[in-house]
């Protein structure tokens, strides 16, 4: 965060603002895995209701205490899958920033939880997840698994990267439900509750994103 402005200075976050547009009527949206919080302000300075929910209370702590977290935002101290099953609103835009350490939960991802998400989408919503850089094969296997499961439950995907080099990038992809049937990998398998493949898929991409991670921040890139 730049300490003088109060804004991110992530690049991610920066896609992120330049694809949701400021809302004239006041909506709703969905942040699973909040953070400093730098998303949530960003959302409710473009006019969105914002919840942010974040497993770890100690974070949304530490948002409030040290990232300027607006007292507008509504924070929820449990996990993303659980507050999901529980919802009964729904949101113009889901954003899904969700990562113990470099693990994207898995169980937040299978099949059945993304049709739970499609359910609580207002018209015209979309869901977005901050993902790691890797789509070229083999390190690309997750990402692979995670567009062919949400294509499976009918949206369509779009991927705004930060960089082309897939070690140092994060990737923001948009699912958008989809009128016609959007074309499916025939040949990644889909992540559903009784057979969760991505944190098995994602795992030899995770090691090198965090290495990866640390080299950026020791200089070393």
Known sequence: MD????????????ILDSL???TQQKENALLLGLGGGLVANMLHMKNYSVEGVEFDNRIIAAAKTYFNLHPSVVTIDQDA?????????????????????EEQPGHVLTSESIQELRQHLAPGGKIMDNWHGFKTLPLG???HILCNTFRQKGFSVNEFRTSEDENYSNTILVFAPSESTPD????APLSTDDRPVLEVANARANLQWRKSYLRYYQGQR
């Open 20 to 22: 949701i547009p400021k």
């Open 81 to 101: 899958r659980f507050y999901m099953n529980k919802l009964n609103a729904t949101y113009k835009y889901i954003i899904l920033d969700l990562f113990k350490a």
């Open 141 to 143: 296997q997750g990402t």
């Open 184 to 187: 499916i990998e025939p040949n």
């Open 3 to 14: 300490f003088a402005t109060g804004l991110s200075v992530s690049e991610y976050t920066a």
